[in-house]
């Protein structure tokens, strides 16, 4: 059973248009989102999260949009640059308590094309 | 310097070789893990570990055994490694609910 599912396996977009990437969850317990990044070569890195006492988080060109009632969030990058290629992951957990653990979406690849 | 520090960086082995990976972290945090990233990207879980005690032993096989000595240390020790093993192996820390932060992965090839 696939906890967070990711779309589009890839994405592309021309350099300074917006970029969207889709997760959805199933776990109505799960409280804390995070997206990670990850460039070749590197591994996965925090880039925004938010929890579900707000429904949009910002943080300069990237905004995570969050629907509580639909188990959805999503990523929109603004003003896409070349530099922003990478694989993104959407995860999600249950955060209260020692057993927290995140589950991560199957990623999205973005290429930002100049 | 703070961070997850993972050696080796890379490990070629051979089927049923015994091959072990060393993991760090300086962050202060309380609860360490193990993913395992497969050729498509994928991130599973191996393991958590919460102030040296096992809290999440996700279904892998057998022959994979997490090892810590604090809550600063873990290791993952393979018995007998398989071709499908063949993966990045990828050590992460957090604080409570907090944000996982990786090491720089260890790359296993089994011939």
């Known amino acids: 059973q696939q906890q967070v599912r990711q779309s589009p396996q890839s994405l592309t977009v021309w350099e300074g248009e917006t970029a969207i990437l889709n997760c959805s969850y199933e776990?109505?317990?799960?409280?804390?989102f995070p997206w990670y990044h990850q460039f070749p070569g590197e591994s996965p890195a925090l880039l925004i999260a938010?929890?579900?006492?707000?429904n949009k988080k910002e943080d300069g060109r990237f905004t995570i949009f969050f629907n509580k009632r639909e188990k959805k969030f999503s990523l929109h990058i603004a003003d896409s640059q070349p530099g922003d290629s990478a694989t993104y992951f959407c995860?999600?957990?249950?955060?209260?308590?020692?057993?927290?653990?995140?589950?991560f979406g199957k990623g999205t690849k973005l290429s930002v094309k100049s | 310097e703070t961070a997850v520090f993972q050696t080796p960086n890379y490990h070629v082995t051979q089927v049923g070789n015994e091959v072990s990976f060393n993991c760090k972290q300086t962050?202060?945090?309380?609860?360490m893990y193990w993913y395992k990233q497969d050729s498509k990207k994928l991130l599973k879980i191996m393991f958590s570990?919460?102030?040296?005690?096992?809290?999440v032993n996700e279904t892998v096989p057998r022959r994979f055994s997490p090892q810590s000595s604090d809550k600063a240390h873990l290791n993952l020790r393979i018995k007998s490694v398989e071709p499908e093993d063949s993966a990045v192996y990828l050590c992460?820390?957090?604080?409570?609910?907090?944000?996982?932060?990786f090491g720089a992965g260890t790359r296993l090839s089994v011939l």
């Open positions: 992460a820390s957090s604080s409570a609910g907090g944000a996982l932060y």
């Open positions: 776990d109505s317990t799960f409280d804390y």
């Open positions: 938010i929890r579900p006492v707000s």
């Open positions: 995860a999600a957990s249950n955060s209260g308590g020692s057993n927290a653990k995140l589950t």
């Open positions: 962050l202060g945090h309380d609860t």
């Open positions: 570990y919460n102030n040296k005690q096992l809290i």
